[in-house]
Structure formats: structure tokens, C-alpha cells
């Protein structure tokens, strides 16, 4: 499935080894709703939906910018600061 199912604890945990992500998952469950927090992790399916939609309103916001010249950009401004 890709992972998907271990993103959370992935990301709280980055360097954890992979064979321990499932008994983590469980721990970590359990200390969100201790403390009144929401775990929320989806299906393989259910992510990649998430994804893709967040990706298309991305695209849409794209598409509605107006394109500056690298000339105009902050980084541009960035790289020539003085100081």
C-alpha cells in the first residue's frame, strides 16, 4: 500500500525503524485521546483521494497567479539584499 497506513507515526517519529511503526501507532492512538486529540489516519484509498484533491485545488489556485518575471520575485530581491 505504499505506507500510507504509517504516515502519521512516520512523521511524529521520522526515524524509526519501520518493524516498529505498528506497536508505535498503537501508543501513539492512545496518548492523542488522552489528551483529547483527534488521530486521524485514512485507508490507502481514502489518502489518495485526499491527495489528489488537494492537488487539483492546488492547480486551480496556480493557474488563477499571475506570473512574474524572476526579476520581480522575493528570491530575486533575497539574493541581491544588501546588509
Not at 518493524?19 to 483529547?36: S, Y
Request: charged content about 20%; aromatic content about 10%; some cysteine.
Amino acid at each position: 500500500y505504499g505506507g500510507l497506513q504509517w504516515q502519521v507515526v512516520h512523521h511524529v517519529f521520522p526515524r524509526l525503524p519501520r518493524h516498529n511503526l505498528p506497536i508505535v501507532r498503537l501508543w501513539l492512538i492512545d496518548l492523542c485521546a488522552m489528551h483529547g486529540l483527534n488521530y486521524k489516519s485514512v485507508g490507502w484509498v481514502e489518502g489518495n483521494k485526499e491527495i489528489i484533491r488537494t492537488l487539483k485545488k492546488a492547480a486551480i489556485v496556480a493557474q488563477k497567479c499571475k506570473v512574474a518575471s524572476f526579476e520581480d520575485s522575493l528570491l530575486w530581491a533575497g539574493l541581491n539584499a544588501e546588509g
